[in-house]
């Protein structure tokens, strides 16, 4: 089961409705099973409507700090500004693509915050990526 910490899912959805035209996304990290860490790629997002790509340079010196402080990364979040609710074959690649370079890495959250055309009913989709399925999650938010 995965647990966010209430205060790490509302910056998620503060962050990434800043601008629903554009892709954007971050980087989410972990203690134990609960999410505890959310760090908004302001470099990687905004460069265009269609495909979110992460800034890894940037995000590496992120996660050198969540390490000194027990933070484990464990997946990405972005929007889709077009109001799909799946995660894309890019997207999926792209989490495949890490989880088989790492060794340490068996599984991805991948979260989508969906963009609803007024903006008012956006909502966060989870999904958990393995080597060999993709899982639709629901995860548990406590205070
Ligand atoms: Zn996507």
Redesign the pocket.
């Known amino acids: 089961m995965i647990v966010f910490k209430e205060n790490i899912y509302k910056k998620i959805q503060k962050e990434l409705s800043k601008n629903p035209e554009f ?1 954007c996304g971050g980087i989410l990290g972990k203690c134990e099973n609960c999410i505890t860490a959310f760090e908004y790629d302001k470099t990687g997002s905004n460069k265009s409507k269609n ?2 790509f992460p800034d890894v340079e940037t995000l590496n010196v992120i996660l050198k700090t969540w390490e000194k402080e027990n933070i484990n990364f464990c997946g990405f979040v ?1 929007n ?1 500004p077009n109001g799909s609710a799946e ?2 074959n ?2 999926i690649n792209f989490a495949l693509k890490i989880i088989n370079n790492f060794d340490n890495i068996d599984d991805l959250l991948m979260g ?1 915050y969906v963009v609803t055309p007024d903006c008012k009913n956006n909502n966060l989709v989870w999904y958990l990526v393995r080597k060999d399925k993709v899982d639709k999650i629901y995860p548990d938010i406590i205070k």
């Open positions: 892709e495909i979110y972005h889709h995660l894309s890019g997207d989508i």
